[in-house]
């Protein structure tokens, strides 16, 4: 994986350009636990000092933005499944990651799991370095897992290897 700090650096500057958006401290520690999750270091240490910090950001877009900068560090060198709780929140993060990812060149690649139950695959699913679903089962090709559901499912999910939380409050 490229430079973690370098690359926290540039998405945040590519939100601030495209969405006109300055980063709160608290986004940016929540972002840097999240990136630790991912990597499985000091996974315990990390789940722990989200909360408190989750507390103070008072909107789901402001927890949009601070799981954005982890999902983009992680899609630089794999797939990321972002996991929401429901379609219309999935839809209002493909807007914003696309804004961002559009601003980067459009290197990455986001897309809205639009998968039905009965279906298994997404064709557009391997294609996409992020891809948005709510309560779904996210593609085994994924190498990266970002949840952000209630307290209890996030939790859950985190176990997972390869996985972060961010609880949406």
């Known amino acids: 994986m490229q430079n973690r700090d370098e690359a926290l650096a540039v998405v945040a500057v590519a939100m601030n350009r495209s969405l006109g ?3 709160s401290n608290e ?3 929540i972002a840097y636990a999240l990136c ?3 990597s499985g270091r000091r996974r315990w240490r990390a789940s722990s000092s989200i909360p408190p910090l989750n507390a103070r950001l008072a909107v789901r877009r402001d927890r949009s933005l601070a799981a954005a900068l982890p999902a983009f560090w992680a899609a630089m060198s794999g797939n990321v499944y972002v996991l929401v709780a429901d379609d219309a929140s999935a839809r209002e993060d493909v807007e914003l990651y696309r804004a961002i990812d559009d601003h980067l060149g459009g290197k990455i690649g986001v897309e ?3 998968r039905g139950p009965e279906d298994l ?3 557009r699913a391997d294609q996409a ?3 948005i679903g709510a309560d779904r089962i996210p593609p085994q090709s994924h190498q990266s897992l970002i949840v952000c559901l209630s307290p209890a499912a996030t939790k859950r999910a985190c176990r997972i290897r390869g996985g972060a939380g961010l609880p949406d409050l």
Do not use: T
């Open 21 to 23: 958006v300055d980063l």
């Open 27 to 29: 986004q940016i520690a």
């Open 36 to 38: 630790d999750q991912l």
């Open 112 to 114: 809205l799991d639009e």
């Open 121 to 123: 695959v997404d064709p």
């Open 129 to 131: 370095g992020i891809l």
